[in-house]
């Protein structure tokens, strides 16, 4: 049974951010965070790119390397958002009164680490279609909401197709001529308030169920690891 990190920790100020807004970067950070509204980019550097981590939304915690004082990590705002904080030493004294509390944190962690590490496998195994076709579903079922135009659709931020090309390690030209592709065989649809995922059809085609419309034409020419 999952521990609930929320049952234990006390309401805090709200703070609030613009888009575009760098909370922590490079230094460790001092807070542990919980967005309430909006999305935060979390990545690392990698080479002259960066890697995101993780995209965080409503009821995602981030910022877990003030624990272990841990360099590197970034964390900047993809929308207007808003978040509660928590200084780090605050949150050990809690854990030490609710040992509930460092339950419910490592249950959280261990979940992000299990879907970081899926996510690598499929780096290193797989081409780009079928990473972004997985990430996209992912995405869509971990922060989308329900699509009222179609039965099986979801709804998710539109997010540009850099960010996505940093989340599969990948370049946003390549991330581009997928969407495209994936447009084309009614699997997304998007504008500039908007993402639509079609699971299902996405699902049935990694599956190898159902035939595309048309061919997918050839991917773009991948860079090498730290080239991006």
């Not at 951010?17 to 909370?23: A, L, M, Q, T």
């Not at 207007?80 to 200084?87: A, G």
């Not at 797989?126 to 579903?137: D, G, I, N, Q, S």
């Amino acid at each position: 049974m999952l521990e609930d990190p929320l049952s234990y920790l006390p309401c805090s100020a709200i703070s609030e951010f613009r888009k575009g807004h760098v909370i922590y970067d490079s230094e460790p950070p001092q807070h542990l965070y919980l967005v309430i509204e909006g999305c935060v980019k979390v990545s690392r550097p990698a080479g002259h790119s960066e890697v995101v981590i993780n995209l965080c939304q409503a009821d995602d915690f981030f910022g877990e390397p003030a624990f272990v004082h841990a360099y590197g990590e970034r964390a900047v705002t993809l929308e207007p958002t808003r978040v509660m904080s928590w200084q780090a030493d605050v949150v050990r004294d809690l854990i030490l009164r609710h040992p509930q509390l460092g339950i419910a944190l490592i249950q959280s962690l261990a979940h992000r680490c299990h879907d970081l590490g899926q996510r690598m496998a499929t780096l290193s195994a797989e081409p780009t279609t079928r990473r972004l076709a997985k990430a996209l579903v992912d995405l869509s079922e971990r922060l989308g909401e329900p699509d009222s135009s179609s039965e099986t659709g979801r709804r998710l931020s539109p997010y540009p197709h850099r960010v996505l090309a940093q989340y599969i390690g990948t370049t946003r030209e390549a991330v581009t001529h997928c969407m495209n592709e994936f447009r084309r065989q009614g699997f997304v649809s998007y504008t500039r308030r908007d993402l639509i995922v079609r699971g299902d059809a996405v699902r049935n085609w990694l599956a190898g169920t159902v035939t595309p419309r048309q061919p997918l034409t050839p991917e773009v020419p991948q860079p090498l690891p730290g080239t991006l």
